[in-house]
């Protein structure tokens, strides 16, 4: 049992592919699209074209899978020039919906190190996507009553890790930020004074994809699994 | 000018059809829908198919732009029975992006209320929908630095006012929201012990439609516009 008092360090944690498996739910969705799709066009270019659709559409649509589901639909009716049947537009929109309601399924170490850490710190969630989805997302992963806040935001930079600070009454030096995207979780939060902690995760989407060398000089920590966090928040209490 | 010290009422605005036109670009864009589909199949089915697949959705989808737009498509391909040929889905897609760019239009009163309120309260959007799309409409609708928190959430029932209020430091007795809504606006607003005032649009989604008797016993103030707003408050804060 822990005796000591609630620290008053605010840790935010990134949810897909933090907290949860996220990206092989789009990789698997992309391999049953490819497979609709192969028997009406070239199956090389399939990848490549969702992907530029997906990237075109962002500034429209945001993020998640509404987005990624409508990116689908039109690179359905561009690769086949308009060919695709009715029925396979459906077979589309029924991908979508069941990324919606497939099972959120926690990173290794998860389960036990949010409830730990949940009686020391103030937790929250920050994660882009679809607002319902990662709010039900949250719901379902059983880890709700340990976040003191969820924030689903449009975009990730230090204009929305500033604002959601100063809502929340924190100070960069009292903020820590995890996940796995050096562009969005890293980067602006290291910049602004906070402390950034990278864990990678093993596949990336493209568009969050970012070298080590293109961060430059801002520092941060990397560690290799959840686990290692509780022990690395201690340590930077303690100032070591 | 106003030398008066700010108050600590917090007050929220919806936004769709409280602070700018909205359910009309809905119209218009199911009236084109209309037309589109007249050719395949009776005309006279095509509105209520279209109302019954969102609210099916809504569980899945939530509410929105990008909601809406995966709706007429479903809805097309269902009514044709899949013959809708690729091309016109794709102007159904063309239609969700064109809703997503449409100017935002204050309604009457909105462009002077704002500012003048802002001088006094802390102002608060509190919208359903796209959260991409919700806040590029208030950044759009040039009332943003107004605004010191814009809230776009899944659902408008008590605990999602509750959540608020608790996140911003405010209890029901300091909280006036404001807007069009019925259900969403008025009903749980009151219920909490909040001031919750109506001001009604022209026309409503039949998803948001309550009658007043429905409401029961809550006690609400309902204005006939935003211009009332400014007086309303000093009234209530005068205690009269």
Not at 57 to 70: I, Q, S
Not at 78 to 84: P, S
Not at 150 to 172: C, N
Not at 184 to 197: T, Y
Request: net charge negative; hydrophobic share 40%; aromatic share 8%.
């Amino acid at each position: 049992m822990n005796s000591r008092p609630r620290s008053d360090l605010l840790v935010g944690f990134d949810a897909d592919d933090t907290l949860w498996h996220n990206e092989r739910l789009f990789t698997d969705t992309q391999e049953r699209f490819r497979a609709l799709l192969r028997r009406h066009c070239e199956e090389t270019i399939i990848e490549q074209r969702l992907y530029e659709t997906e990237v075109r559409n962002l500034a429209h649509y945001g993020y998640g899978v509404k987005a990624f589901t409508l990116s689908m639909v039109e690179t359905a009716i561009d690769l086949t020039e308009g060919a695709i049947p009715g029925a396979e537009i459906n077979e589309i929109l029924d991908m979508g919906r069941e990324m919606l309601r497939a099972p959120v399924e926690l990173l290794d170490g998860v389960a036990d190190v949010i409830p730990t850490l949940a009686g020391r710190y103030r937790l929250m969630v920050i994660t882009k996507g679809d607002l319902l989805d990662q709010e039900t997302k949250v719901a379902r992963s059983g880890l709700g009553d340990h976040f003191d806040f969820v924030e689903v935001v449009s975009r990730k930079d230090r204009g929305t890790y500033e604002r959601l600070l100063e809502a929340h009454g924190a100070r960069p030096g009292g903020f820590v930020m995890v996940g796995n995207s050096l562009r969005s979780d890293v980067l602006p939060v290291a910049e602004m004074g906070a402390v950034a902690v990278h864990i990678p995760y093993h596949t990336t989407w493209a568009h969050e994809e970012m070298d080590d060398q293109a961060l430059g000089e801002v520092p941060f920590t990397r560690l290799e699994r959840i686990a290692e966090v509780p022990a690395f928040l201690a340590r930077l209490e303690n100032g070591a």
